[in-house]
């Protein structure tokens, strides 16, 4: 299997060089030449299967500079029942609301309580690996700018990993006080995290010019060190979601929900739309699929652009309670275009510098025709996200956070407009509790407590629901790093941390 860029079908790569890589130089994403297929009999023959024996099998068809001991080194170290709280990281839930039947499928068991864990946890090993094929006896230095979970997710994916050093960057004054608390708890000797005063994109692009700086490579280059992205633009973090769609569907099937071969829906709260990308993967390898679900919130430029063919991030931007799908720019859309083009480098360069130039731009009639045949878009404002929690907890007892809810309240749409009752997976992307104060004004008019660990303590009581481990171990435990940066220091701070100076 090799992978082309999506703005040059000229440049040709290995997995293991698109994973260590990350980006094309020519700007493109890295997508594979062809989608392996599974028959029927393969997919019958996984029903049996664990979730790693699924990972793996779906992982065998893509990486195959990879020998089968390196992806069950891989897969066995990510996927563990201590990690995720069950041999199966990512169990189905399912519940009847409002006369339709829901099946939950829950992504946040893992360390960081979001689905991030899922790709994040194994990310480091397959980077790893991948590092040793393509550039042997280097380290990875791991720059992440976050706005939250992701940062997170990859402090505790690279924590201790060989080879490896990782370093975040998070707007001081921009994520949830849990989130904070969650990165600069952050336990390993690899690890270094800062604060910047500025926002996100101020982050972000302090990032990119640290990465794109020819004299910066130089630096670690001569300290045996070489730049890595753990973001979802990497191969390496869409790969391993394809395998939970793979693996809802075959227990869909076990649990007689569908028969083998009938098609399910898959409903995604989207952002960068890696998520629901992962999912229209995972329908190109086999798995029976009628319609994806797209669920937006206040920021509906994906919606708007499944309904009309335009995408354009001329907009306004909402701070929403829902901040993980807070984005004007799908990355991840990319690849979709380019897959759904017929593989058109040409096509795909002109509307991403149209995106770059005007921030607009407008698909042919046949891509659109084919977004609108397999795509629905939605999206659900503030007030019906806190109103689809209260009312899916009142009606069924089932907690969720505030983005799994936007996906809820969009599948109940999309219901009353068409009527579709194809059985339908919901991805659930994280606890309710990495989100306690919004969910709790959802739930209840009292006055919220002041503290996050009291207010984690009056939504366990007023649900009764399970605080995950990972968040109740956070109490009590002394932050590590308390560092804050000028964001044009960003550089020398990197440097600082890596001991060059
Ligand atoms: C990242 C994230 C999303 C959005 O997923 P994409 O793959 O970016 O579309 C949704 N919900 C939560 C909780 C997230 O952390």
Not at 46 to 66: E, G, P
Not at 95 to 111: A, K, Q
Not at 271 to 299: H, R
Request: one cysteine or more.
């Amino acid at each position: 299997m090799l992978y082309n860029s999506t703005q040059n079908n000229n440049k040709v790569v290995s997995s293991a060089q698109a994973i260590a890589q990350g980006i094309s130089e020519d700007g493109g994403l890295f997508v594979p030449q062809s989608f392996p297929k599974f028959s029927l009999t393969d997919i019958e023959s996984m029903l049996q299967m664990s979730y790693q024996d699924r990972a793996k099998a779906v992982f065998k068809c893509y990486l195959t500079d990879f020998t089968e001991e390196e992806i069950a080194d891989c897969v066995d170290k990510a996927y563990t029942k201590e990690k995720f709280e069950d041999v199966n990281p990512a169990p189905i839930t399912c519940v009847d609301y409002n006369g339709n039947e829901f099946n939950i499928l829950e992504l946040w068991h893992g360390p960081t309580c979001a689905f991030k864990d899922m790709a994040l946890q194994i990310l480091p090993h397959l980077l790893t690996k991948s590092l040793k094929k393509t550039a042997d006896g280097i380290k990875a230095v791991i720059l992440v700018a976050t706005s939250g979970d992701t940062g997170k997710a990859a402090l505790e994916g690279f924590k201790d990993v060989e080879d490896t050093q990782i370093i975040v960057f998070y707007p001081e004054n921009g994520v949830s006080a849990m989130q904070k608390h969650q990165m600069n708890t952050q336990a390993g000797e690899n690890v270094y995290v800062c604060a910047i005063k500025g926002n996100f994109d101020d982050a972000q692009t302090g990032v990119k010019q640290i990465f794109t700086d020819p004299a910066n490579s130089e630096i670690l280059s001569q300290h045996g060190m070489m730049f890595s992205s753990a973001n979802s633009i990497n191969w390496g973090r869409l790969l391993p979601q394809i395998v939970y769609y793979v693996s809802a569907y075959c227990d869909m099937v076990k649990m007689g929900k569908v028969n083998l071969g009938e098609k399910i829906n898959i409903v995604v709260p989207t952002g960068n739309f890696g998520n629901i990308l992962a999912a229209y993967y995972a329908c190109e390898m086999g798995i029976p699929v009628n319609k994806f679900i797209c669920a937006s919130n206040s920021n509906n430029v994906l919606t708007d652009f499944i309904n009309t063919g335009v995408y354009d991030k001329n907009r306004d931007f909402y701070t929403t309670i829902s901040p993980s799908m807070d984005i004007l720019v799908s990355s991840n859309l990319e690849r979709l275009l380019y897959k759904l083009s017929g593989n058109n480098d040409e096509v795909v360069k002109d509307l991403m510098a149209k995106l770059k130039t005007d921030g607009v731009y407008e698909v042919s009639d046949d891509i659109k025709e084919k977004i609108k045949k397999v795509f629905y878009g939605g999206f659900c404002d503030e007030d019906s996200t806190k109103t689809t929690i209260k009312n899916l907890f009142d009606s069924k007892k089932y907690l969720c956070d505030t983005h799994t809810s936007v996906a809820v309240s969009v599948y109940d749409d999309y219901v009353k407009e068409t009527g579709d009752k194809t059985p339908a997976v919901i991805a659930s992307t994280a606890s309710p509790y990495k989100f306690s104060k919004s969910v709790l004004e959802a739930m209840s008019d009292d006055a919220l407590p002041e503290s996050e660990f009291d207010m984690v303590y009056k939504l366990y009581s007023l649900s009764n629901t399970k605080v995950p481990a990972p968040i109740a171990e956070l109490k009590g435990l002394k932050a590590r790093f308390d560092n804050v940066t000028d964001k044009n220091e960003m550089k020398q701070t990197v440097l600082k941390a890596l001991g060059i100076n």
